[in-house]
C-alpha cells in the first residue's frame, strides 16, 4: 500500500514537472504586431479618413448647430454627462449637463471636455500628435454630417485607465 502511494506520488510529480515550460516564451506573431506596430500601420489610412472628413465638415460651413457630448475616461465629470453644447460660428453659446445645469468652463473637471465643445477642436484634436500616438483608435461618423460620431482611443495597448472615449451625439444644425 506504502508502495502505491509512493508510485503515485512520483507519477504525480513527473506529470507536473513534464507541464512545466521554465524555458523564456516568444510572442507570438499577433503580440508583436500589437505591440511593436501601434495603430501606425494603418494610421496613414485614419488620418487621411479624418482629413477627408475635417474637410467636408468645413465645406458643410454650418456654423450654428447642437450636439450631446460624451466624455468617458478615467476623469471627473462622467456623472453629469452627456453635455449638450450649443455653437454659434465656431464659438460656444451655451453648455448644459445632463440634469440640465449650465456648466461653466471654469468648473472643476472642464478641463476634460472643454477641447470638445466645438466640432471644428474635435477635429483639432483628432489630427493632433496626441492622437496619433494611440495604440488603437476607432472613429465612426454621423450617416448624415461629416461630424464623428464616436472616437474611441486606447493610448497604451497593455495598460489601463489609459482609455478614452468621445460620443456625439443628436447633432442639429440651428438657424
Known amino acids: ?18 507541464c ?14 500589437a505591440t511593436l506596430t501601434p495603430t501606425h500601420d494603418v494610421s496613414a489610412d485614419i488620418a487621411a479618413e479624418i482629413r477627408a472628413y475635417q474637410t467636408r465638415w468645413r465645406d458643410a460651413n454650418i456654423r450654428h448647430y447642437r450636439y450631446q457630448l460624451t466624455v468617458s475616461c478615467f476623469c471627473p465629470m462622467n456623472a453629469v454627462m452627456p453635455i449638450t453644447i450649443e455653437v454659434n460660428n465656431d464659438v ?10 449650465p456648466v461653466s468652463p471654469d468648473d472643476a473637471g472642464s478641463g476634460f471636455f472643454l477641447k470638445y465643445t466645438t466640432i471644428s477642436r474635435i477635429y483639432a484634436e483628432l489630427t493632433s500628435s496626441w492622437f496619433s500616438t494611440a495604440d488603437k483608435l476607432t472613429v465612426t461618423y454621423d450617416s448624415t454630417y461629416p461630424v464623428p460620431a464616436t472616437i474611441s482611443a486606447d493610448f497604451i495597448a ?11 451625439s443628436g447633432f442639429t444644425p440651428r438657424e
Do not use: C, K, W
Not at 500500500?1 to 513534464?18: D, E, P, Q, W
Open 1 to 18: 500500500m506504502r508502495t502505491s502511494a509512493h508510485f503515485i506520488h512520483v507519477v504525480f510529480a513527473l506529470v507536473l514537472i513534464s
Open 20 to 33: 512545466t515550460n521554465t524555458a523564456p516564451t516568444q510572442p507570438t506573431p499577433t503580440s508583436i504586431i
Open 92 to 101: 460656444v453659446t451655451s453648455i448644459t449637463d445632463a440634469r440640465g445645469v
Open 158 to 168: 497593455m495598460a489601463v485607465d489609459d482609455e478614452l472615449y468621445v460620443g456625439v
